[in-house]
């Protein structure tokens, strides 16, 4: 009898391990192992938009939603010919347009075929003519691994790789919806004892590396190669260095002689070199540190940029360019035994950092919580950004769940994101420190962090009076302007400061299975001054006399032949509502026009459960306040970007739950936002009635009150209500 | 003045506020363990990626404290512990900290605690994918397991014995009746439940990793003079396809609980440094190995030809040097 003394898990274990004696090479040969994954999403949203199966997308034509049904198989392939040989494979179908309702993705309209040209294939209409919507099947990786034995090399890989390897600042682990899309060929190895080193070319992907978001028009030759040294001469001490060069080569369209094959030259090139160490001499006091230095150059000749406007868009600064960044952290564990530890951390990334292939999510290379997802992408007045009709909020209302990842790279990659992804914020130009202390107290954990940010981005006319300010080597992006961004690190003129303070806390009441309570509290205090000197004001003192009177438009040079009145032009006269005559706006006439100066403070309370093995659910309520002064009507934000100064509340209630299965796991994340926006746009200008054709377009009341700026667009001086429903539910199982 | 003695007392608030948690939690034991001995055998490699690092898994100390109605129990290693982030780990995106609600991810620690201290008298068997074997002499009433996903981890558990107990009824040999089978299967959680506990008051401070076993898990707070196995490992967190067991980086019969395997060469996705054709290879990356013995012999002394598992010593606090 095996089973006795009702003691049967360790029997039963004692014999599977009694049992476990096949060899291990059993599986060597050409045995092909198929296995899979299959995953299932919902959304729904009270948005009714259904353009694809993610919520989020600032690509043009692919397409968002909050509502539709949507099914991805994921097929893992793998073989061991031999004991040094390791083959795996992807092959996948994408979520992209394929809904449910598309019913195989048959039919559908062939833009191929329309005449004028129709509209972009979105939401699936455009059914078996569109790979996004006939629920295609993709090779997404193929990887070839090799142990050959030789004593240099240990491991060599071919094909795909998530590039997990090296690090964020240089080349950093690719997104998981990426995953196996770079190609490279990497050798791995010791040359000693303890010291090791990673070499690798990779492929440079063409879709977003490089000026512009591309590589040009010669692309298969296109390619980064970075070497990493590892070294680990002691437990106490390790060094990493690291160097990478990316190559963007053209075809020299100078080189007419083809009898002796083609010249290029490079559209893009990149280098950067970087140490990272640890010292670790005692479970008292752990040190790291890295120092990064990089340097890049586009040729205009080759189509790039060789400046920008007041909206540029390109993850690389334009030019020749060069900048370091620096990195140091010390962690005091529990120093004076009472369960206190303190994590510091200082960082000084440079303006001018690039390093085109550093991880653009889905890493965090600082400290701080930074800022929150719940106000990007949505405009302050629910709009995606802009003041013209059109162009309403994609994310939605609520934002993105949590607070912002810290990426060291302007070339940020929120696309094809669920609500409850975390999103990712440039730390270009940050420097200052972090304090973080936690601590036990009873049944207490704590956590806090204090953090003071300045930047390397702080200046006047771009850093460079000598140029015109419509005329910058630095892209803007979406702007500063608003509570906050995610992928501008520039402004035309910036005299920033951020504090950050966050108290977190974490309970375990002690009912039945036991209650997790978890608590937040987060103060942001930020102001910038933006232009802080007369010099750089539009126009000469007096310019606008106010009382009916026109504008003299008498612009002031700050250099000569430039001038911001190219971009601060002063308001005509207009008779407003009620028949007040004024300015449209007021007139950028003094430095503090531009201001900004936010108080912002965020407090979340929650509750989590375990029901179950298999069942655990949290509910969350988190509200944010914000009182933000971000210009007045002079500044306008940029002309192009809904203004957000006054104040805003926010209010998110979360319910989530997770359950598995064996090999499924279902998921359920319902959110409930709301919340108002409460315009403060200052003096200075006559309000107007807006058109019927824009309260169409805005979706604002007919009759409201705002003012059309420079370009026309349209700031609405409503307080603004918001309510947004969205939830999704997935399932996941492998097979 | 009274507003000149507000800091003071301020301060002196804060500080006996701090003090608190230090005092009512008397110290049971310390272990210690060489710092520098993550590698198994002596040969195991970390995996070729940036999850892992040399010291992560490096375990310097366990200490045993009174606390409460039960045990609080720290481990100490070489760095700080990482603590999961909003990353993806997998292709539909699934988020770390949703997963790893605990503070970590990268680690196990495996405790089984002979109480008796008789020898022979409980479970010699080491949770699935461990691939050693404990003692007799220091077979064990009661195992703490520290995992990621403590309550994944023990319904997996429960499964896995449900699959064994079926498969030995299935056995040609097997005299198991269905009575019996029936009887066993329900047997099973009440059996983990009792004698296998996962934490889940788990607190992660830099390189410190803490957590509370109830005193009616273990019948009381622990005992310097019991025996303690404590072995560590690399976290499998998503316990996906049994890829590993497939391509036979790891036995094939034998289950694996939230384990990353060992493997000759050096991969990204498992640890390394392995002997070639060795299915029974304990993928232990530190283990306490009690006074005049060394981890590396233990962990190296198997021969999966003769179906002779690495067989763990526990390690009794009471009996080892005091150390000044």
Redo the contacts between chains.
């Keep these: 009898m095996r089973f006795q003394r009702g003691f049967a898990f360790i029997l039963l274990a004692t014999a599977a391990l009694a049992s476990s004696v096949t060899p291990a090479h059993a599986a060597d040969g050409q045995t092909l192992l198929i296995t899979g994954e299959g995953y299932i999403k919902w959304l729904w949203g009270n948005q009714r938009t259904d353009g694809s199966l993610y919520n989020f997308t600032t690509i043009p034509n692919e397409g968002y939603g909050d509502n539709g049904q949507g099914t991805e198989i994921n097929l893992l392939l793998a073989s061991r010919p031999s004991r040094n040989t390791e083959v795996t494979g992807r092959i996948q179908s994408r979520f992209s347009q394929n809904q449910w309702t598309n019913f195989g993705g048959f039919g559908g309209r062939n833009p191929a075929f329309e005449e004028p040209p129709g509209a972009p294939c979105v939401g699936g209409d455009c059914g078996e003519f569109d790979p996004r919507s006939n629920e295609y099947i993709k090779m997404r990786g193929l990887t070839a691994r090799y142990t050959p034995g030789w004593k240099l090399v240990d491991a060599i890989t071919v094909g795909s790789t998530d590039l997990g390897m090296f690090d964020p600042w240089t080349i950093g682990k690719i997104r998981y919806i990426d995953r196996d899309n770079a190609k490279a060929v990497l050798l791995q190895g010791s040359l000693a004892n303890n010291f090791g080193y990673d070499l690798i070319r990779v492929s440079l992907p063409r879709l977003w590396a490089g000026p512009d978001f591309n590589t040009g028009s010669y692309t298969a030759a296109d390619g980064a190669y970075g070497l990493q040294l590892r070294a680990t001469p002691s437990p106490l001490f390790d060094f990493v260095g690291v160097v990478e060069t990316v190559s963007d080569l053209e075809v020299d369209t100078l080189d007419f002689d083809y009898d002796d094959g083609r010249d290029v030259e490079a559209r893009f090139s990149n280098d950067v070199y970087g140490v990272r160490f640890g010292i670790h001499p005692s479970t008292l006091i752990d040190i790291r540190g890295m120092a990064y230095f990089s340097q890049a150059e586009s040729d205009p000749r080759f189509g790039v940029p060789s400046s920008f406007g007041l909206s540029g868009f390109s993850p690389v600064p334009a030019g020749e360019i060069d900048d370091e960044a620096f990195k140091a952290n010390v962690d005091l564990n529990d120093p004076f035994g009472v369960g206190l530890s303190f994590n510091l951390e200082y960082f000084d990334i440079g303006a001018q950092y690039i390093s085109i292939l550093a991880a653009r999510r889905e890493a965090d290379v600082l400290l701080t919580e930074g800022s929150d997802g719940a106000f990007v992408f949505p405009g302050p007045d629910n709009s995606a950004f802009g003041v013209f009709g059109g162009n309403p909020t994609r994310i939605g209302y609520g934002g993105f769940q949590g607070n912002a990842q810290q990426v060291a790279t302007i070339n940020v990659d929120n696309e094809f994101t669920d609500f409850d992804e975390a999103m990712a914020e440039s730390v270009i130009g940050w420097k200052g420190f972090t304090i973080a202390p936690n601590w036990s107290l009873g049944g207490f954990d704590l956590s806090a962090e204090y953090s003071f940010i300045d930047y390397n981005t702080n200046w006047q006319a771009w850093g460079d009076p000598s140029r015109g300010i419509e005329s910058s080597i630095y892209p803007n992006f979406e702007s500063d302007a608003g509570v906050n961004s995610y992928r501008n690190a520039y402004a035309p003129f910036q005299e920033k400061e951020t504090t950050i303070m966050v108290l977190r806390g974490k309970y375990v009441l002690d009912v039945a299975k036991g209650v997790d309570l978890f608590g937040k509290v987060k103060l942001i205090d930020e102001q910038d001054d933006r232009l802080d000197d007369p010099r750089f004001l539009p126009y000469q003192a007096g310019d606008c006399p106010g009382g009916g009177a026109a504008c003299s438009n008498n612009a002031r040079d700050y250099s000569p032949g430039n001038s911001t009145a190219a971009i601060y032009g002063n308001p005509p006269v207009i008779t407003g509502a009620g028949g007040v005559v004024g300015y449209q706006w007021a007139p950028f006439d003094d430095i503090s026009d531009d201001d900004r100066d936010m108080d912002y403070r965020m407090i979340q309370l929650g509750g989590g459960y375990q029901f179950t093995d298999n069942l655990y659910s949290s509910l969350t309520f988190e509200r944010y306040d914000v009182d933000l002064l971000d210009g007045n009507t002079a500044f306008q934000a940029y002309r192009l970007h809904s203004m957000s100064s006054g104040e805003h509340t926010k209010n998110k209630v979360i319910l989530f739950a997770r359950y598995t299965l064996g090999g499924s796991e279902f998921g359920f994340n319902y959110e409930y936002n709301f919340g108002e926006f409460d315009p403060d746009f200052g003096g200075g200008f006559v309000p107007q009635v807006i058109s019927d054709d824009t309260a169409r377009s805005l979706g604002l009341p007919f009759g409201s009150l705002g003012f059309a700026g420079r370009f026309g667009g349209w700031n609405s001086l409503e307080t603004r209500e918001f309510r947004q429903n969205r939830l999704k539910a997935f399932l996941k199982f492998r097979f | 003045m009274h507003s000149s003695r507000t800091p003071v007392l301020a301060f002196t608030l804060a500080a006996a506020?701090?003090?608190?948690?230090?005092f009512g939690r008397s110290e049971i034991f310390t272990l210690n363990d060489p710092?520098?001995d993550d590698h198994g055998d002596g040969n195991y490699v970390y995996p070729?990626?940036?999850?892992l690092?040399?010291?992560d898994l490096?375990l310097?100390s366990l200490t045993a404290r009174r606390e409460g109605a039960g045990t609080q129990f720290e481990l100490?290693?070489?760095?700080?512990v990482k603590t999961p982030?909003?990353?993806?780990?997998?292709?539909?995106?699934?988020?770390l900290d949703?997963v790893a609600?605990f503070g970590f991810y990268t680690l196990n620690v495996d405790l089984y605690i002979d109480m008796d201290r008789a020898p022979g008298s409980?479970?010699?068997?080491?949770?699935?994918g461990r691939?050693a074997?404990i003692d007799p002499a220091s077979a064990w009433e009661r195992a703490v397991v520290l995992t990621p996903r403590p309550?994944?981890a023990?319904?997996e558990l429960?499964?896995m014995?449900a699959r064994?107990?079926r498969q030995?009824a299935r056995d040609e040999d097997s005299?198991?009746g269905q009575a019996?089978l029936e009887a066993?299967q329900k047997?099973?959680p009440g059996?983990?439940e009792s004698?296998?506990f996962f934490p889940?008051?788990v607190?992660v401070?830099?390189?410190?990793i803490s957590f509370f076993v109830p005193d009616s898990f273990l019948g009381g707070p622990a005992k310097d003079t019991w025996s303690y196995v404590v072995a560590v490992s690399a976290a499998d967190l998503l316990q996906?396809?049994d890829?590993n067991r497939?391509?036979?980086?790891?036995?094939?019969?034998?289950?694996a609980l939230m384990i990353l395997p060992v493997?000759?060469?050096?991969?990204?996705d498992r640890i390394?440094g392995g002997r070639?054709?060795?299915?029974?290879q304990p993928p232990l990356m530190d283990i306490i190995a009690p006074e005049g013995r060394k981890q590396e012999t233990i962990l190296g002394d198997f021969d999966?030809?003769a179906?002779r598992?690495a067989v763990l010593p526990g390690v009794v606090p009471a009996e080892q040097p005091k150390k000044k």
């Design positions: 506020l701090l003090a608190a948690p230090a710092r520098g070729l990626n940036d999850e690092n040399e010291g490096d310097l100490t290693f070489a760095r700080p982030g909003r990353v993806a780990i997998d292709y539909s995106g699934t988020q949703t609600r409980g479970g010699t068997s080491m949770l699935p691939l074997e309550h994944e023990r319904g429960k499964r014995l064994q107990l030995d005299d198991l019996q066993l047997q099973i059996d983990v004698r296998i889940t008051q607190r401070r830099g390189s410190k996906s396809f890829v497939a391509l036979g980086r790891q036995s094939e019969d034998e289950e493997s000759p060469g050096k991969w990204q390394g070639e054709g060795a299915p029974l999966s030809r179906r598992p």
